[in-house]
């Protein structure tokens, strides 16, 4: 019987890996690719929350921005999209919308059922001891998602300004 061309032989002369070794590759890329993707979905809630709150911050700058320019521009119920009552600028300080439902906007500032809304609104408005008769301040609050309660939100904007009464 020839030796020199035994199985046994032939395996001693070439080099390999292990099946140890192979497994703890094995392990040591699953552990990395086990935290990309837990990496991945923090990621991705990043991005979503940023991308709410530019929407959101671009529809208060718009609701202000309106109010602004035009005191005595017509009330949401006319137009169809978010504003400030024009009447709210001139009452004291409290809700701007005299404790009606929740208002609630698309991701364009239109306004729409709760349903189909992607925040929820609520604005305080009016003068004060310290603003005068003047100027009002105007404290507006978007919240998402819109179907949950203002303290139970998983994101808000809020802002605060001064706008002269009509």
Known sequence: MNLRHSP????RGLPAFTLVEIVMALGICAVALVSMIGLFSVGLKASRDSMNQVQAAGIASKVIAIRSASPGLADSATTGTLAIPAGALAQSYGDAYGGASPRYVDTE????????AAFRVSCSSGTNERTGTRIAQVHLVLSWPA???????EGKYEVTTYLPTP
């Open 109 to 116: 500032g239109r306004l729409t059922v709760s349903g189909s």
């Open 8 to 11: 046994r032989n032939l395996q």
């Open 147 to 153: 179907g949950a309660a203002p303290e139970l939100a």
